[in-house]
Structure formats: structure tokens, C-alpha cells
């Protein structure tokens, strides 16, 4: 019985492998660029590969010793006895007969490997994988027991409702990386705290997006792909399926969402937004908002739709399928199961033989696709060849496009493995009057690293950089992160480094100096556009750098804008717009306002960076300075609700304060 059995799950591992990889090549082959039918064709393949031994029919291993049928000589009656299964036995007087073929599982699995060991491999892999799943589910637990309900629903959140037709419990996580959904008969939406960052229109489509999910009972289904995979473990073409089917799945969600909020720009631009924060190994088994890998594939489907013809639909699926019941019929013909034979005494007359032939079943070759940024990336890297003179340096450009660096196998080698790490290379780039970069220079970072960064800043896009309304040619920093496998086995000079890097900065900032109104207009230029998540990400430092070089109508417009985007609690933009509307009130000469200010601003929430470096205390400051230390103390005592691990320093500086003293704030005056 355990030989038999080796020799069907051999079988069976063959008749999935062939099946599958067939099935999940196609796609690519009649190029089908259509979510809902790929979704559909996918999961159809993935239960025809489990359903394989339902659908066949076994093999029955005739008798060894059985009689002679009627008619039929003995000699003959042997010799068909042991046919089935790959086996001739012939009278010692017969010539040997020429040996039949029989599975290439069939030797296989007399092996001791297969006999003894492969069962275990099976069920270890198993195992692992459901574990990864249990795994992922406790990680989804721990989410939703410390996540926060949102409450009161933003009118964004309530206009997505609307619009599917669907209802949810959303709640703020600080721990999830990105929206994700869960659950079937009580739905719980995750949003990650940036969420509050987000423009109204984007909060909508991002909302639109999980609760569409919801609608679809998407997270039994991802659930049970998961355990589909757990059991087909061993197969390749199924992990690569497995990944098709979530990026079929969100595709197919975008479209909807996009179709049913009508505002594709926020969307894309919550998608770029969410792609930036931290990331996380993905263990979590549910509908994830992005995964990074996905992101090119679903941007390129937003911004370019793809339409097919229902007749072409129908032809390429037609093909395909007749395609992979041809697979199917091979893969059962080549690699049989073959059922629990019964076992008869042999006549001793008859002596056995065994001639094995193994049968040589080619996998089919995936054709190469070539990517098309490889293609679009020839012309940006002939314009980053073209040198130019700097006439200017800007340290804080953001750049319009940014592709993601890639550790060089050749540095595999220079990092342990213990877990994955993050090491970074910091640059000054030259951009060019067009945008390109047109050469770089690696200031800081590993070595074996500097000039892979090189070679990924050469593809950044920029806005130009403006002086007496023309495009010059510019200096910047910028900083490329690699993912790495660990630590560096030769950790770097970072310190020296660092300090090099600083010093060379500040040469340059002597070499062309900037007066307060330039750094505003070249923030203006590079940031202040309509829309979008750039700009929205800026708006502190836009305010604060308006503030500085004296704008102050500038000012109180975007300290009002942050206000305004934010009504719904995001932590950043509470403090800092109620921060800078207080500075503008005292340079007016309105105290009591600005007390009102500093209140308020207090009253934020927190943000990673407020509850990290605490707060900023320039306002706090000048007012001190003009004797109102009740508002202070006050701001103070507010401060300990996002700031407590560091309520000592706020303790410190409430005594100094009521011993009429101005505390030494350091750098939370610049923070």
C-alpha cells in the first residue's frame, strides 16, 4: 500500500505541475489583459489541479498470479498478467520479451526516498504553509484588538458606504501598513494611520475599494486560495497563480472603485501615498490595498485602460481551454494513479522482470517578456549622459518619478542573514533644465552599494529648478534605500561619513545661498500644485518656510488648507496649522489669539513624528517671551497625551516655566 501511494502522489505532484504551468502560461501568450475573466480562468486551473485523481479514472492493478483467461495460454495469460503495471514475467523457457513502458513515478517511488520520506516532505510543506496562514491570521487579530473604531464616520467614508451599497466597521490601526479588510459575517476595514493625510476623494476611493471587498466576500475567497495553495505547496505554477489571481482581484476592484467615484487622480495618488509607508512582511491571508509588487501593474491599468472584444474573449478562452484539456489528457496518460492491486500467489514456474522506462516529459518554456520600462528607460538614460554647468542647489527636491533600486546579486555576499534589513545611499545629483539627472555623486552609504544607487538616481525625474524664470541647471540630494537580506557583514564609517556628507552640504549652501523668499519660491515651484498627495504631504513646511520668509497671507492659507484637509483628525496637520495661524497672530500683535493657537494645537491626536520627537516649540517659545506662561503650561499638560514617553522632559520644562526661567527647548525649535 505505502509503495502505491508514493507512486499517486508522485503522480499526482506531476499531473498538477504540467497542468498548471500550461494554464498559467497562456495568459501571457494570448496576451489577456481582462481582471474579471482572468480571475475566473485562474480559479478554475487552481480546482482542476486539486480535482485531478476525482476526475480520473484509476488504474486497477491486475492480480499477480491470476489465472489464465479462457483460451488463452498460460505463457500468454503471464505475460498480460504483469503488463498493466510495467512488468513482464515470462516462463524461464521463453525468450525475454521486449519491456513495455510504465510512469516515470512508477520507479520513483520504489526508491526509499519516495517510500519512507516523501509523504513527510508533503505533509511538512503543508504544515509550514498552514502555519504561515495561522500566522497571518493572529497578525489580523492583534490589528483589530488594537485598532481604534473610527467614530465619527468621515463624510468620505459615508459617501463610499453610499455608493456600494455595502457597510463596515472601520477602525484606525497604527500598526497596519496599509487598508486591508477582514472577516465575513462582521466585516472590520483596517485603515492605517495615514489615512488622514489623504485628500476627501482619495479617503472615498480608498474606502470604495475595501468596501467593494466587503461586497465580494473577498476575504473567504482569498482565505480558501490560500489553503488551496497550502496543499499545492510544492508546485511553482501555482505560486506564480496565487499572485495572478490577488493582482486580477485588485485590478478588477480599481476599475469599480474608480468607475464608481469618478476620481481616478486621487486615487492613483492614494496608491503612490500608501506605496511609501513602511513596509512589513505580508503574512496577512485578506484583500491587502496594495501590495508593492502589484503597484506598476495596476498603475499602468489605471492610467492606460485596456478594453478586449468580447469576441476575442471568447476565442482566446476557447483555445486556452481546449489547450489545457489537452494538458490534463497528457498529464493523466503520462502519469497515472493507479489503485491497490490484490496479491495472488505466482505460479513457480514464472520468474520476474522488471525493465522500468522512464518517460521524459518537457516542461514547457515560458516565453521572456521584455518589461516595458526597459523600454522607456533607454531615452531618460541617453539624456542623463548630457552634462551641465550647476547654477544653483536645492536640498529638498522631491522627485516625479522614482523607481525602486535593486540589490545587486554581487552584494548578496557583504550581508548576513539573520533577518531583512534596510541600508541607504545618500547622493547630490545634478538635474538637469529638463527635469532629467544628468549625474550623480554617492556622499554616504555602503560602497559595494554607490554605484547601483548611481544608477537608479539616473532615472529620477524631476521638476526643473527655476532662477529669473528659466530652467537651470540644479544640485540636489536624494537617497536611494535597498532592501538587504541583513546586517552588512562590514558595517560602514557612518558617523565620518555622515559628518563628510554634512560638511560637503553646507559648502554648497555657502556657495549658492538661498535668502528666505528663494527657498519659498522654490518650494512653491516644486510643490505647490493643485491636488495630489505632494502637495499635501508639504503643507507643514510650506506654511513654516512662508512663515520664515515673512509671507505672512501665504502662511495662514496653507496653515488653513491643512486645517481643512484634516478636519478629520489627521495629527500633523492639527498641530501645525493651529501652530503657524499663532505665529501670524502674534506677528499681528493678537496674543489672545494666538494663546487660542497654542491650545489648540495641543489638542492633536499625535502622528509618528509628533509622538517620536514631540512637539515643536516655537509658538510656546514667544509666547514666554512675552510673559503668558498659564497657555504654555496648559500646551504642556496637553502635550503628555501624544508625547508620554517623554513626559519627564515636558515635567522638566513645566518646573523651569513656573520658576519664571525659558526652558532650553534645543531641537524641538526646529523640529
Not at 526508491?111 to 511538512?124: C, D
Request: with cysteine; glycine share 6%.
Amino acid at each position: 500500500m505505502l509503495d502505491i501511494s508514493a507512486a499517486n502522489l508522485l503522480s499526482w505532484m506531476a499531473q498538477a505541475l504540467v497542468v498548471a504551468s500550461v494554464g498559467s502560461i497562456l495568459p501571457v501568450v494570448f496576451r489577456i489583459r481582462h481582471p474579471r475573466t482572468q480571475l475566473l480562468y485562474s480559479h478554475a486551473l487552481l480546482l482542476a489541479c486539486l480535482l485531478l485523481p476525482i476526475g480520473e479514472a484509476w488504474h486497477p492493478a491486475t492480480p499477480i498470479g491470476a489465472p489464465a483467461a479462457k483460451g488463452q495460454p498460460p505463457e500468454s495469460a503471464a505475460l498480460s498478467e504483469s503488463a498493466a503495471n510495467g512488468v513482464v514475467t515470462r516462463p524461464p523457457s521463453l525468450a525475454p520479451p521486449v519491456p513495455l513502458p510504465r510512469p516515470a513515478t512508477s520507479f520513483l517511488a520504489t526508491t526509499f526516498l519516495a517510500r519512507r520520506v516523501l509523504p513527510w516532505i508533503l505533509a511538512a510543506g503543508f504544515l509550514g504553509r498552514l502555519l504561515w496562514l495561522l500566522a497571518g491570521l493572529w497578525r489580523i487579530r492583534t490589528y483589530r484588538i488594537a485598532a481604534t473604531p473610527l467614530y465619527p464616520l468621515p463624510e468620505s467614508i459615508q459617501a463610499a458606504a453610499a455608493l456600494t451599497g455595502t457597510d463596515a466597521l472601520f477602525c484606525v490601526s497604527s500598526d497596519a501598513p496599509g487598508p486591508v479588510t477582514m472577516g465575513l459575517l462582521c466585516p472590520v476595514v483596517l485603515l492605517p494611520e495615514s489615512i488622514a493625510e489623504l485628500g476627501d476623494e482619495a479617503q472615498c476611493g480608498v474606502a470604495c475599494h475595501e468596501l467593494l471587498h466587503v461586497r465580494r466576500g473577498d476575504w473567504l475567497i482569498a482565505l480558501l486560495e490560500e489553503l488551496a495553495g497550502a496543499l499545492l505547496w510544492f508546485n511553482p505554477a501555482v505560486w506564480w497563480l496565487l499572485a495572478e489571481m490577488r493582482l486580477a482581484r485588485e485590478e478588477l476592484v480599481d476599475a469599480e472603485a474608480v468607475r464608481l467615484t469618478a476620481a481616478r487622480e486621487p486615487y492613483i495618488d492614494a496608491l503612490l501615498a500608501i506605496a511609501r509607508g513602511r513596509r512589513i512582511l505580508d503574512l496577512a491571508p485578506a484583500p491587502l490595498f496594495l501590495r508593492r509588487r502589484h503597484l506598476t501593474h495596476r498603475m499602468h491599468l489605471l492610467l492606460k485602460e485596456v478594453s478586449m472584444s468580447k469576441l476575442r474573449l471568447l476565442c482566446s478562452y476557447g483555445s486556452m481551454t481546449a489547450i489545457v484539456a489537452f494538458a490534463g489528457w497528457f498529464a493523466l496518460a503520462s502519469f497515472p494513479l493507479t489503485a491497490r492491486p490484490q496479491v495472488k500467489p505466482a505460479p513457480a514456474s514464472l520468474a520476474m522482470a522488471a525493465a522500468p522506462v522512464a518517460l521524459a516529459v518537457a516542461a514547457p518554456e515560458v516565453p521572456a517578456t521584455p518589461a516595458p520600462d526597459a523600454v522607456e528607460s533607454a531615452p531618460a538614460a541617453a539624456a542623463a549622459t548630457t552634462p551641465c554647468e550647476p547654477q544653483a542647489y536645492v536640498p529638498d527636491l522631491r522627485p516625479l518619478f522614482q523607481p525602486q533600486a535593486a540589490l545587486p546579486e554581487s552584494a548578496f555576499s557583504q550581508f548576513g542573514e539573520e533577518r531583512v534589513g534596510y541600508e541607504s545611499v545618500t547622493m547630490l545629483v545634478t538635474v538637469g533644465p529638463q527635469g532629467s539627472v544628468t549625474g550623480a555623486e554617492a556622499l554616504s552609504g555602503i560602497e559595494i552599494l554607490r554605484q547601483p544607487a548611481v544608477d537608479a538616481v539616473l532615472h529620477f525625474k524631476y521638476r526643473p529648478v527655476m532662477r529669473n524664470g528659466q530652467p537651470v541647471c540644479a544640485l540636489t540630494v536624494a537617497t536611494t534605500v535597498f532592501q538587504t537580506p541583513g546586517k552588512p557583514l562590514t558595517p560602514p564609517d557612518s558617523a565620518n561619513q555622515f559628518a563628510a556628507a554634512m560638511k560637503r552640504q553646507r559648502e554648497l549652501e555657502s556657495q549658492w545661498p538661498r535668502s528666505p523668499q528663494q527657498v519659498l519660491a522654490d518650494m512653491q515651484q516644486d510643490l505647490d500644485v493643485a491636488g495630489g498627495s505632494r502637495r499635501q504631504f508639504a503643507l507643514p513646511a510650506l506654511a513654516k518656510t512662508a512663515l520664515a520668509a515673512g509671507a505672512l497671507d501665504q502662511a495662514v492659507v496653507y496653515a488653513k488648507d491643512m486645517l481643512d484637509r484634516d478636519s478629520g483628525g489627521g495629527g500633523d496637520a492639527i498641530f501645525y496649522g493651529n501652530m503657524v495661524l499663532g505665529q501670524v497672530a502674534l506677528r499681528n500683535g493678537d496674543v489672545a489669539a494666538a494663546k487660542q493657537y497654542l491650545i489648540a494645537s495641543g489638542k492633536t491626536p499625535g502622528s509618528p513624528v509628533l509622538d517620536s520627537f514631540g512637539p515643536n516649540m516655537s509658538l510656546a517659545k514667544e509666547l514666554l517671551d512675552r510673559g503668558e506662561r498659564d497657555a504654555v503650561l496648559e500646551f504642556f499638560s496637553l502635550c503628555r497625551v501624544f508625547w508620554a514617553n517623554h513626559a519627564q522632559i515636558l515635567d522638566s520644562w513645566s518646573e523651569t516655566v513656573r520658576r519664571e526661567h525659558l526652558p532650553d527647548f534645543g531641537a524641538n525649535l526646529r523640529y
